[in-house]
């Protein structure tokens, strides 16, 4: 039984918390939170207990009644609850950015490392059906070679504890904060990023209003155009990956399963139309399942905490690019930070 303490009651702490209520081999042992509200009403409806804070969360469950804390709280603080976490021996889920700063990110990563812990960083995408299925057809080659990308999501501008979303030093905006999870998951698709161009309204309008395009350039030769937008109603998120022998799309706003169309066709022959159902269990839940499941055995997860940070420095490459107008190259191979690492202490 792996025994997991939330720490933060907002929107992804909800998220967390159901999964880990309803998981097999997991027990939610409670929420931690500020505001005692929110924590109060979260641990209720999942029949866990309600904690003010980190210290009488660990204090009261005792060292020995927690083998994983998984931090769900604005970017700024991540940094030092995942510290605490560490110093505590305990293995970390932390939700995504992984850090405000790449330099904190490293120093989370080594930090983590040294102390003897897991650290997982939640880059969510890699677990929708939708997007799990394109990343498999493009490994069958279904497309040929692939080429030009499209992608993007948004909807409104998101309101977070004390507004933190509109400090755009805290959040960084939808660059940051959204636009990360496509960076990530173009870059588990095509390979590293080697320039990134972009634009953006931030700096040039009132707040609570944004909208972000960036070019990315892969060392593969793949261009891709991802779009972000804090500006509109509702939420969505599509794709469209253009090779040499097809197309895969994708786009929430039809609500229709991903469609594979093949550029091999004749007039008698139309084209191929794959749908994909999507799956009973949320993205979440199969991504902190996931998780779970490297706890258990050791093993190595979908997505790296040392991809989080190459995600964030696509993302910070893209702010930087705003601010001074130009395309910003980044240095190959400057995210690899620390040893390939085989971890002990596995859950029984």
Request: hydrophobic share 40%.
């Given at each position: 039984?792996?025994?997991?303490?939330?720490?933060?009651?907002?929107?992804?702490?909800?998220?967390?918390?159901?999964?880990?209520?309803?998981?097999?081999?997991?027990?939610?042992?409670?929420?931690?939170?500020?505001?005692?509200?929110?924590?109060?009403?979260?641990?209720?409806?999942?029949?866990?207990?309600?904690?003010?804070?980190?210290?009488?969360?660990?204090?009261?469950?005792?060292?020995?009644?927690?083998?994983?804390?998984?931090?769900?709280?604005?970017?700024?603080?991540?940094?030092?609850?995942?510290?605490?976490?560490?110093?505590?021996?305990?293995?970390?889920?932390?939700?995504?950015?992984?850090?405000?700063?790449?330099?904190?990110?490293?120093?989370?990563?080594?930090?983590?490392?040294?102390?003897?812990?897991?650290?997982?960083?939640?880059?969510?995408?890699?677990?929708?059906?939708?997007?799990?299925?394109?990343?498999?057809l493009l490994d069958q080659g279904s497309i040929g070679k692939p080429a030009v990308i499209r992608a993007g999501?948004?909807?409104?501008?998101?309101?977070?504890?004390?507004?933190?979303?509109?400090?755009?030093?805290?959040?960084?905006?939808?660059?940051?904060?959204?636009?990360?999870?496509?960076?990530?998951?173009?870059?588990?698709?095509?390979?590293?990023?080697?320039?990134?161009?972009?634009?953006?309204?931030?700096?040039?309008?009132?707040?609570?209003?944004?909208?972000?395009?960036?070019?990315?350039?892969?060392?593969s030769g793949v261009i891709a155009h991802v779009e972000g937008t804090w500006a509109h109603e509702g939420f969505?998120?599509?794709?469209?990956?253009?090779?040499?022998?097809?197309?895969?799309?994708?786009?929430?706003?039809?609500?229709?399963?991903?469609?594979?169309?093949?550029?091999?066709q004749s007039e008698t022959v139309p084209g191929v139309i794959v749908p994909e159902s999507t799956l009973a269990?949320?993205?979440?839940?199969?991504?902190?399942?996931?998780?779970?499941?490297?706890?258990?055995?050791?093993?190595?997860?979908?997505?790296?905490?040392?991809?989080?940070?190459?995600?964030?420095?696509?993302?910070?490459?893209?702010?930087?690019?705003?601010?001074?107008?130009?395309?910003?190259?980044?240095?190959?191979?400057?995210?690899?930070?620390?040893?390939?690492?085989?971890?002990?202490?596995?859950?029984?």
């Amino acid at each position: 039984m792996i025994r997991v303490l939330v720490i933060g009651a907002g929107t992804m702490g909800r998220a967390h918390a159901s999964a880990y209520a309803v998981m097999p081999g997991v027990k939610l042992v409670g929420i931690a939170d500020i505001q005692a509200d929110k924590a109060g009403g979260l641990a209720a409806k999942w029949s866990t207990r309600a904690f003010p804070s980190f210290e009488e969360a660990v204090q009261e469950l005792g060292l020995a009644g927690i083998d994983v804390i998984d931090i769900c709280l604005p970017t700024p603080l991540h940094k030092e609850f995942v510290v605490k976490s560490a110093d505590a021996g305990k293995h970390v889920i932390c939700e995504k950015p992984i850090a405000r700063s790449a330099e904190d990110a490293a120093f989370m990563i080594r930090y983590c490392r040294k102390k003897g812990v897991r650290l997982f960083v939640g880059h969510v995408l890699r677990f929708f059906p939708e997007y799990v299925k394109a990343k498999a057809l493009l490994d069958q080659g279904s497309i040929g070679k692939p080429a030009v990308i499209r992608a993007g999501r948004g909807g409104g501008y998101p309101i977070g504890w004390n507004d933190w979303y509109s400090d755009f030093g805290a959040s960084g905006g939808v660059t940051l904060d959204a636009m990360i999870h496509d960076f990530d998951y173009l870059r588990w698709c095509f390979g590293e990023v080697e320039r990134v161009y972009a634009k953006g309204l931030h700096g040039r309008h009132q707040a609570q209003l944004d909208y972000a395009l960036v070019t990315l350039r892969f060392r593969s030769g793949v261009i891709a155009h991802v779009e972000g937008t804090w500006a509109h109603e509702g939420f969505s998120m599509y794709f469209e990956m253009a090779g040499t022998t097809g197309v895969i799309d994708y786009d929430s706003r039809t609500d229709t399963p991903i469609v594979y169309k093949s550029r091999r066709q004749s007039e008698t022959v139309p084209g191929v139309i794959v749908p994909e159902s999507t799956l009973a269990q949320s993205p979440y839940y199969r991504e902190l399942a996931h998780f779970m499941s490297c706890i258990q055995d050791g093993s190595e997860p979908l997505v790296t905490a040392e991809d989080a940070l190459e995600a964030l420095r696509v993302s910070l490459a893209a702010l930087s690019s705003m601010s001074s107008g130009q395309p910003v190259l980044l240095a190959p191979d400057a995210g690899t930070l620390v040893e390939a690492h085989s971890y002990r202490g596995v859950i029984s």
